[in-house]
């Protein structure tokens, strides 16, 4: 058995164009995910133009925060460890189809005596952030790590909703997806006119058809800590939103050309992050119902690092998405070419953070 198993490994990394990316644990786990991010990000927000030790200069708050490395982990974090609102000001809309990324981390044993709140918000004032809470419209979703009745193997979540100035009552539900590990939550919030969906990690652990009002002018995204936060640690990262409702199949098969930012990698690799699996399913369920169809995938970066390294990079990407394809949705790879443009043809500025994270994307072409 272990001379097979060792064959089986040796031939995986010898066959050209096979990334290793598709086999990676983290990536099957999301086989259920359907998560798919907006068109064009809007919003990003990764604390690299802030110092080390400063609380973000683009946020607000009434409490502190600092931004910091950790060990272990890559990029620069938002630590929270008092109550407080806490806002980045440079969000002004969340228009009816607009999703939410970020990640959440805590350290293991993580016990505090609130949850962290993320809220869409219409409010009268921005200036008066602690009134997020009497906003005409409000969509408030929490989470609180390893708070299953003493469990630290899972976690709570709860929604609290306004709409048009009526408050519903809260609803609450436990997932393992909020388990205290040490391990990064992959929260995202997707909303879709008056329907909500809310993930953790792979789980959707919220579907709520008529959790806003259609008249809904949010214009605020706010995290809270409730009073006597305690011991409380809350590490945010990778703050992503992005608006539009994805049209896969009219892009591609009528226009001929679909660009998703949302197959996402690790930094400096070709290894396909597992929130992607929503857009690939999206792109191979086209693909599977247009069988004659002809694809050219083609990877672009930012302008971050060397030309050489980043043209490259992208040529592997672009393989790691076919490879993907092939393996896990049994699309036909002879279907499929590949290419990379490095940051030769950015659609963005590369000097914010959003416009970097708009021209790291990824193309699909019919041939």
Known sequence: MKRILVLIALVVALVPGVSRAQE??????FSKFDFVPGEKIIAMEDFTQDSV?????????????????????????????????FTPDFITELPENVTVEFDLLVRPGFTAGFALELALTQMANRKNIVDWVDGTNVFNVTSFPGS????????????????????????????????ATGKIIHVALWRQQQRARVY??????????RAMSASAKFNALVFS???????????????????????????????????????LFDSGSDRVKGESYGTL???????????ALKVQIVGHTDSDGGDAVNLDLSKRRAAAVKAILASAFKIDAGRMETDGKGVAQPIDSNA??????????????KK
């Open 200 to 209: 953790f990690n792979e789980e959707k652990v919220w579907d709520l058809p």
């Open 148 to 179: 299953g009745g003493g469990n630290e193997s899972e976690g709570t979540s709860s929604v609290t909703t306004r709409q048009d100035g009526m408050d519903a009552a809260p609803s609450n539900t436990q997932t393992r997806q909020l388990a």
């Open 24 to 29: 990676a644990p983290a990536f099957q786990s």
């Open 53 to 85: 030790g400063d609380f973000p200069a683009k946020w607000n708050t009434n409490a502190s925060g600092e931004v910091v490395t950790l060990a272990g982990q890559s990029g620069r974090w938002l630590k929270l460890t008092k109550a407080g609102v």
């Open 352 to 365: 914010t953070p959003a416009g970097k994270a708009n021209n790291r994307r990824v193309e699909f072409i």
């Open 225 to 263: 800590i409730g009073g006597g936060c305690g011991n409380c640690e809350y590490f945010l990262g990778s703050l992503r939103v992005a608006t539009g409702a994805p049209d896969t199949r009219n892009k591609l098969v009528t226009e001929g050309k679909w660009v998703t930012h949302g197959i």
């Open 281 to 291: 399913k999206e792109i191979a369920g086209v693909l599977t119902e247009n069988a």
